[in-house]
């Protein structure tokens, strides 16, 4: 079980009278950080529960809630013990992960960095890439989508092709998300591995073209002795192994769904393109909210700046509105999606790239991203079908 400090913990037990004579007792809840220190020499809840006889043979069931302690940083681990008496204890205690609660100061977020993690990532929350070489994050952006598979049965998710690679030669390992800004390593939260990145072709002038800048990041798997030591990873209180096993694989986003205003989640019933004119929009992490953009037609070249090369890439664009924003550093790799319906539905249109400005198209500022369709054609996906 995980939840943050001061949320409320609910403990069930089910109390046995295995003696031989009908009596009642005193329940009481005690508090340790680990599971081998005495019960009682631990923290006494201040709720106790006081049983009518039982006679002998007969169980009832107790229910009591306690909050959550505090935690000086990061997560903390602790343990809940049921004891009848003070005398006899439950022998295997409920282990509870408590993490810290950060305050969160509200989109917009003045860096990526700044933007909080989400339990239960999905798209349009953050996701931050990392090498195995450094301890480091070193650079975070927006997952696009969760829950899509290959042709071949490799499950993960799409995220920014340009985040994925450091430079020409340097691809980042894995994706995560850092419960806590203070955490050490090996409690990153895993989310996958870079699995197949873009094509990247050369035109005429020898520039670097990135067919859609996009990546699909497989899920990792359950630990088993196949797993090479150094590609595990403790994520939570669970073991995951970076190497992909298909069939083993753990599912670390949402599937299908998608963060939106305010407290909606959208879900991803398919995907098409966009028609020239009409409303779309993009939830980018940093950004917080979903900004909207009238959909255009024509591509635009774009040139993207890495640490040792130019990466260019063909992409659709959308012109941003004069009641709209343009989106923030670390939104790369946001969904561009269709308005949602009166249910939350949606259509997946493309992975969003970046913004500028043109005299090109009449001094409008403009978004682009990269079509869905370029994203399952480049990656072998299986058409998004929403779930059951």
Request: overall charge negative; charged content about 20%; glycine content about 10%.
């Amino acid at each position: 079980m995980r939840v943050f400090e001061s949320d409320p913990v609910t403990i069930t037990a089910t109390i046995t009278n295995t003696g031989m004579k009908t009596d009642g007792a005193t329940i009481s809840i005690y508090r340790t950080d680990n599971d081998w220190t005495r019960p009682t020499n631990g923290v006494k809840e201040s709720n106790t529960i006081t049983l009518d006889p039982l006679a002998p043979n007969t169980s009832v069931v107790i229910t009591s809630t306690h909050t959550a302690p505090p935690v000086d940083f990061g997560i903390r681990s602790v343990f809940y013990h049921v004891c009848v008496n003070d005398l006899s204890c439950t022998r295997e205690p409920a282990q509870v992960m408590v993490r810290e609660l950060q305050e969160d100061p509200g989109p917009p977020y003045e860096s990526c960095g700044a933007v909080p993690s989400r339990i239960n990532p999905m798209g349009g929350d953050k996701v931050t890439t990392h090498r195995q070489s450094i301890n480091d994050g070193i650079g975070c952006s927006t997952i696009t989508l969760g829950g899509v598979e290959d042709v071949n049965g490799v499950r993960g998710f799409i995220a920014s092709g340009h985040a994925s690679i450091d430079s020409p030669n340097n691809v980042q390992d894995y994706f995560h998300s850092i419960p806590s800004l203070r955490m050490s390593h090996d409690r990153y939260h895993i989310l996958g591995t870079v699995f197949k990145l873009p094509s990247v072709s050369k035109n005429k002038n020898g520039n670097l073209i990135l067919d859609t800048d996009s990546a699909f990041i497989a899920y990792p798997s359950r630990y088993t002795p196949n797993c090479p030591l150094d590609m595990t990873v403790i994520s939570y209180d669970e073991q995951l192994c970076a190497k992909i096993d298909i069939g083993n694989q753990v599912e670390q986003l949402e599937p299908l769904k998608i963060r939106g205003e305010g407290d909606a989640i959208y879900t991803v019933i398919g995907s098409r393109e966009a028609i020239e004119g009409e409303t779309i929009w993009m939830s980018g992490s940093v950004s917080g909210q979903p900004l909207k953009r009238i959909a255009q037609r024509e591509e635009l070249l774009l040139l993207g700046r890495s640490s040792d090369g130019l990466y260019y890439g063909y992409a659709h664009y959308s012109l941003i509105p004069p009641d709209s924003k343009e989106s923030i550093s670390g939104d790369s790799g946001a969904p561009v999606y269709t308005t949602p319906d009166e249910d939350g539905n949606v259509y997946i249109l493309g992975v969003h790239s970046g913004s500028g400005i043109s005299s090109r198209i009449g001094d409008f500022i403009f978004s682009t991203y990269h079509p869905w369709k370029g994203v399952v054609d480049e990656f072998d996906l299986v058409p998004v079908k929403p779930t059951d």
